[in-house]
């Protein structure tokens, strides 16, 4: 099955082609980037505003606003968290809570500082919502059939088809995703993985999941062992650096021991419920399109003029679906 599956996705990738260059010259291999930029409009698909998260933070010291737009995952995953995230949000519950944790080269998490940081010796500041879910441990994955992956999955040539969390790794609906064949080769696990940006649920020891009441995102090299550990519920899609460039935390795991350096949450909101007109717009590219083949293709084997040697393959990570803010004109 590995081994069919294996020649598919490298004729579908070679089926790239450079733009041919005149004579002898060296032929001209357009950028990531230059490929996205020349995306036809159809190849882009709206993301609703119900699936987006908006946090507005503090402004920073120049007076500056600050805000992150995380985008929610699809279902089936994480949606027993998600549906919390939306009743929390609905009900302004993240409203003065903080920015209270970043650990460098790993994560930013928010929510409140009481149950953040309970070595601290501080006492729960907020009551949660009554009603929210209890969500099992089973749902850091889904069950799949065999043929409902992406077009697009990552070989791995020095490591044949997997890498090393999963038997192997692809995009479908515009997020990356990896999987685990079962003993009957015909009942699969998936789940979402920890990428840079990704927007995960802090919780206690097992078998605690979480609520969704607290949430971190990714700023440092993709934590791939919190696969299937923690539930991943989304992604940071604009404002990313308005977390990773916050000060370290200088207590355990990155929280701040002085209460005054975390940063103050203003408002965090559905996209759907912003009291803004026109409300924040977003877009990514399909990914079941050859326009991201090809974007694909060249994340995986950078021949632009820059690079010397193509890599050979990428690891999931390493190629970030496009999203890009939608204009009025």
């Given at each position: 099955m590995n081994r069919i599956i294996a020649i598919a996705l490298l004729a579908a990738f070679a089926a790239t082609t450079p733009v041919l260059a005149q004579d002898n010259e060296k032929p001209d291999y357009p950028s990531p980037n230059a490929i996205v930029d020349t995306a036809p409009a159809s190849e882009w698909l709206t993301i609703a505003p119900s699936d987006l998260l908006v946090m507005d933070l503090a402004p920073?010291?120049?007076?500056?606003?600050?805000?992150?737009?995380?985008?929610?995952?699809p279902e089936p995953f994480s949606q027993g968290w998600i549906r919390n995230?939306?009743?929390?949000?609905?009900?302004h519950w993240w409203d003065g809570t903080s920015i209270n944790r970043v650990q460098d080269n790993?994560?930013?998490?928010?929510?409140?500082a009481g149950y953040d940081n309970p070595e601290s010796g501080e006492t729960e500041q907020k009551a949660l919502l009554e009603g929210?879910?209890?969500?099992?441990?089973?749902?850091?994955?889904?069950?799949?059939?065999?043929g409902k992956q992406g077009n697009i999955?990552?070989?791995h040539p020095k490591n044949?088809?997997?890498?090393?969390?999963?038997?192997?790794?692809?995009?479908?609906?515009?997020?990356?995703?990896?999987?685990?064949?079962?003993?009957?080769?015909?009942?699969?696990?998936?789940?979402?993985?920890?990428c840079y940006g990704a927007v995960g649920v802090g919780r206690n020891y097992s078998p605690d999941t979480g609520s969704g009441a607290e949430l971190y995102t990714v700023i440092g090299h993709a934590p791939r062992h919190l696969d299937r550990n923690i539930a991943v519920v989304g992604r940071v899609i604009e404002g990313i650096e308005h977390l990773s460039s916050l000060p370290r935390g200088k207590g355990q795991l990155g929280f701040y021991e002085d209460a005054s350096k975390r940063v103050p949450i203003t408002s965090i909101r559905l996209g759907n419920a912003l009291a803004e007109d026109p409300s924040p717009a977003?877009?990514?590219?399909?990914?079941?399109?050859e326009v991201?083949?090809?974007y694909a293709d060249a994340r995986a084997n950078r021949r632009d003029p820059f690079f010397i040697k193509p890599a050979g393959g990428a690891d999931i990570c390493n190629i970030p679906v496009p999203v890009r803010r939608v204009t009025e004109e």
């Open positions: 920073d010291a120049q007076g500056d606003a600050r805000r992150v737009v995380i985008q929610l995952m995230i939306r009743k929390l949000a609905a009900a790993y994560v930013v998490q928010w929510g409140d929210l879910e209890t969500v099992p441990e089973s749902g850091y994955e889904t069950e799949a059939t065999a999955v990552l070989w044949q088809l997997t890498d090393s969390y999963s038997d192997w790794t692809w995009f479908e609906s515009g997020w990356p995703l990896a999987q685990e064949i079962g003993d009957d080769t015909r009942t699969l696990s998936r789940w979402p993985v920890h977003f877009e990514y590219l399909d990914t079941e399109s991201f083949a090809q």
